[in-house]
């Protein structure tokens, strides 16, 4: 790297690194007062608090990232170009493809790091985040395939529908398991509960009534007391259904969406948005680059204070459009991983555009 590009990367860097520290304390600022009030009223202890907006950092972190980047490179290409720096470098040889070298190299370190946040450390913190906030901010967070009438394709000629279950306990009631030969119902298992025993590794279905279809008619079986079933399915999946997608390291997510579409749950669209986002978000940094340095590259006369409007309307643009679009993701309006990579390709696509025009 040459002794420019150091020095370009290096206060590139320092003022990414302030910006998201002020940025960061602000937001957990704004979230204190906001909820002060209720942690006085419901006495809860300085050091849970503590701990609260402690694990609030790294998702606040990933989040206020591209804007961080994106004040750090609008301020820096600003003040060299205010100070002819820039129409110096200009004047050297140095076109727009040399300059955003250095802040590229920056911002694929910066993504990179909140590539390991989302996807290892964000979840381990999001565990205490939501618990605090279900147990004193009563926020209730959805099962990610919900709890009641839930229909598994068990195996590929095999239905399991629960009426209504409970993962912590990996229990489930109203049962009926559905078995076919082609198009043909063959027989149908109705229980009142089903529940795993780990001691011979087997699902207890309890107060069975089986009926068996054939051409002779129908054979009825009814046990009040239990039977033992073997299925393809796990009880660590029907427990996974209790846990968020934010609490999942991006290997467990991963392998979590192969596990419930190879089983057949529908209702997916949350947890595939939620897992393209941990990989989408991070790389907003690099891409916002485009935006910010060829933006400020001309020489004005604005100062500081229009750097950081501008910075705040693009930031807050696109965490809107992505909020917007991943919630179309969560609803099946529109296909979740495109929802979650689309907010980075018009992106992409106004930098590039930006770029062409200052390199012009």
């Known amino acids: 790297m040459k002794l420019l590009d150091k020095y370009i990367a290096r206060q590139f860097f320092s003022t990414y690194v302030f910006a998201g520290i002020s940025f960061t ?3 957990l600022l704004v979230n204190l007062i906001e909820n002060l009030g209720r942690y006085i009223d419901k006495g809860i202890r300085a050091e849970q608090i503590i701990l609260y907006y402690w694990s609030l950092i790294p998702e606040t972190v990933l989040l206020i990232s591209p804007l961080s980047t994106l004040l750090a490179s609008l301020y820096i290409t600003g003040r060299m170009s205010g100070s002819s720096e820039l129409p110096a470098m200009k004047a050297a040889g140095v076109g727009m493809h040399q300059l955003l070298k250095p802040f590229l190299a920056v911002a694929l370190l910066i993504s990179v790091f909140n590539i390991l946040n989302a996807g290892w450390l964000y979840p381990k913190t999001s565990a205490l985040k939501n618990r605090f906030e279900t147990e004193h901010l009563d926020k209730t967070f959805e099962n990610v395939s919900g709890s009641k009438n ?41 229980a009142k509960k089903i529940s795993y025993d780990q001691s011979i590794d087997r699902w207890i279905l309890h107060e069975t009534k089986t009926r068996v279809f054939s051409e002779k008619g129908v054979l009825y079986r ?58 989408a978000l991070p790389l907003a940094s690099l891409i916002i680059i485009l935006i910010g340095v060829p933006l400020s590259s001309r020489k004005k006369r604005s100062g500081l204070a229009l750097e950081f409007g501008i910075s705040l309307f693009i930031g807050f643009t696109y965490l809107g459009v992505q909020r917007t679009l ?31 025009t200052a390199n012009k």
């Open 25 to 27: 304390a602000l937001f």
């Open 150 to 190: 839930i229909h598994i394709l068990e195996s590929r000629n095999r239905i399991l529908s629960i009426g209504a279950l409970d993962p912590q306990k990996i229990t489930g009631l109203n049962i009926s398991i559905e078995t076919f030969e082609g198009p043909v119902i063959a027989s149908r298992i109705d």
């Open 222 to 279: 009814e046990n009040p007391g239990n039977d033992t079933l073997q299925l393809s399915l796990t009880a660590s999946s029907l427990r996974d259904l209790g846990i968020q997608p934010d609490e999942m390291d991006i290997i467990q997510h991963y392998r979590y969406i192969g596990e419930k579409q190879e089983a057949g749950f529908s209702n997916l669209g949350r947890v595939i948005v939620k897992f393209h986002n941990k990989l």
């Open 326 to 356: 991943s919630t179309a993701g969560y609803r099946g309006l529109i296909d979740p991983a495109f929802a979650a990579w689309l907010p980075n390709l018009l992106f992409l696509v106004i930098g590039v555009v930006i770029y062409k």
